[in-house]
Nanobody
Framework: VQLQASGGGSVQAGGSLRLTCTAS????????IGWFRQAPGKEREFVAA??????????DYAGSVRGRFTISRDNAKNSVYLAMSSLKPEDTADYYC???????????????????WGQGTQVTVSS
């Protein structure tokens, strides 16, 4: 499976963006999907995850984005979305989507729980 992340851009604080992760090669519905981000000079960190349909499409979020970001999926479009609102300058980062490894606990917050990664899409939030 190959993943393509898109939708990044530059916004002012308080603004909104929606990122899209589109899969090709295999149906995205079979995978849990996670979003991670990496700010300049920092390690990549977990943002949000959504489990696959057999596991109820449950969601989980990092504490720093809970209530502001929403992860969702449209299996018919082979896509997963990350709707981001009330953006803050500290949300500035490259955002990546990834497929969760088959067999690992759902909604993993560790990079090690994911195998296929898309390229990053850049989000810049100015104050």
């Amino acid at each position: 499976v190959q993943l393509q992340a898109s939708g990044g851009g530059s916004v002012q604080a308080g603004g909104s963006l929606r990122l899209t992760c589109t899969a090709s090669g295999r149906a995205i519905s079979r995978y849990g999907i996670g979003w991670f981000r990496q700010a300049p000079g920092k390690e990549r960190e977990f943002v949000a995850a959504i489990s696959s349909r057999p596991f109820g499409e449950r969601t989980d979020y990092a504490g720093s984005v809970r209530g502001r970001f929403t992860i969702s999926r449209d299996n018919a479009k082979n896509s997963v979305y990350l709707a981001m609102s009330s953006l803050k300058p500290e949300d500035t980062a490259d955002y990546y989507c990834a497929t969760e490894r088959i067999g690992v606990p759902n909604l993993s917050k560790s990079e090690a729980g994911y195998d296929y990664w898309g390229q990053g899409t850049q989000v810049t939030v100015s104050s």
